[in-house]
């Protein structure tokens, strides 16, 4: 990547988190590293590739820091596997893009929907593989047993997990896990649940 596309994009992605995108205008991008439109339009023909360009470089950083998960994941049981989700390390970083994922829901909803189709599956597969290591491991139901990842269970805790609430308490996501554990585990699942939470 040159070094011009680098220097807007990482100015762009702070502007866009600490703002959010609707409030920078590619004249603020412009204005911060003293450089014409007319140089910006040589590396992004209009805000939306520039936009889609911050998302996928958010991303690639989140898959780096979610190594830490994957490793949690093979040592933690199904029940610690997704209250690892509410780590403050976690936490924080939804926070910090809370204003650039509100603005893409409600201005670029073509690029959010892209973002969200490519992501769907492997998250589903997420939320599946979770439910079938609760359910080998007696943390729940066992007739959770029967569930596909393409199942309606499946997806109905997906679409929990995914909406977004414009507005919404920063506990949010930590009453969605919870649903989620109420959902799912069995008597000592839920006990082992709600020690867990102390």
Known sequence: MGNLRQNILKTAESEFLKYGIRSVSIDDICEILRISKKTFY????????LVSAVLEHVTETNKKEDKEYAMHCQTANAIDVALFFRHPALQKRRL????????????YPDIHNAFVASNKEAIK????????????????????????????????????????????DKDLFALKIDAFMRLVCNSEGLEYYLNSKQ
Do not use: P
């Open 125 to 168: 597969n997420i939320i599946y593989n979770n439910i079938i290591k609760g359910v080998q491991e007696g943390l729940y139901r066992g007739e959770l047993a029967d569930v596909t990842a393409g199942d309606s269970f499946v997806a109905l805790v997906y679409n929990m997990m995914m909406t977004v609430i414009d507005g919404g």
């Open 42 to 49: 040589t590396e992004f023909r209009q805000k939306e590739e």
């Open 96 to 107: 910090k893009h809370e204003k650039f994922m509100r603005d893409l829901v409600k201005y």
